[in-house]
Every structure is written in C-alpha cells, then in structure tokens.
C-alpha cells in the first residue's frame, strides 16, 4: 500500500456541493479527482518552472557573455594603439566645445 496523508482545507460549500456532484455522477471519489487534479497541476506547474529556469539561465550567460565583453573592451581601451596613440576613454567631467565659426560671406571669419 502506497503512503499517504489526510489532507484537510476549506472550500466554500457551493463550491463543494457542485464538486460532490459532479464526482458522483461521473462515477468518482472526491479524493481521486483532487489526486489527478494535483498531479496535472504538478506536472503543468514543472514544466512552467524548467521553461522559466531555462529562460533565466539563458539571460544569465547573456549578461556573463556582455561582460566579457565590455571587460574586454576596457581592456583595448587601456593599450596603446600603432602610432604610440591610446584609445581615449568617456570621461564623466563637463567641458565646453568652442563657438562654431560662421562666414557671413565677406571673408572675415
């Protein structure tokens, strides 16, 4: 004999009367139509939960994949280019570009 455990909960009694019905004209128990409910809602609910794993391990390495390479973008950004010249980096400090230059035709600029 297999085990098993008494499980007790509330339902509203509409709800249960209509259940009790239902299972008696279909031939069943009450507590085999909750058993077959649990296992289907079991069996729906870990493919849910393998699908979001699935999904979450994917972004995961996406995240991983991007931080290799922004880690390996710092790093170029570091070495000195042909020439001698370094990449320069973003710097976070305001500066002030100089006032555009405009002709107004008469050659004084």
């Known amino acids: 004999m297999r085990n098993r455990t008494l499980t007790n909960f509330n339902v509203p009694s509409r709800t249960r009367k209509r259940f009790d019905e239902v299972c008696h004209a279909s031939g069943r128990t009450r507590t085999s139509v909750l058993v077959e409910l649990m296992e289907d809602f079991i069996l729906k609910q870990g493919q849910v939960i393998?699908?979001?794993?699935?999904?979450?391990?994917?972004?995961?390495?996406?995240?991983?994949?991007?931080?290799?390479?922004?880690?390996?973008?710092?790093f170029l950004a570091g070495q000195p280019v042909k020439g001698g010249r370094s990449l320069q980096r973003c710097s976070n400090s305001d500066f002030d570009l100089p006032d555009p230059m405009f002709s107004d035709g008469r050659g004084d600029w």
């Open 50 to 74: 393998a699908e979001r794993t699935k999904r979450l391990e994917e972004v995961d390495h996406s995240l991983r994949e991007n931080r290799r390479i922004m880690d390996f973008k710092e």
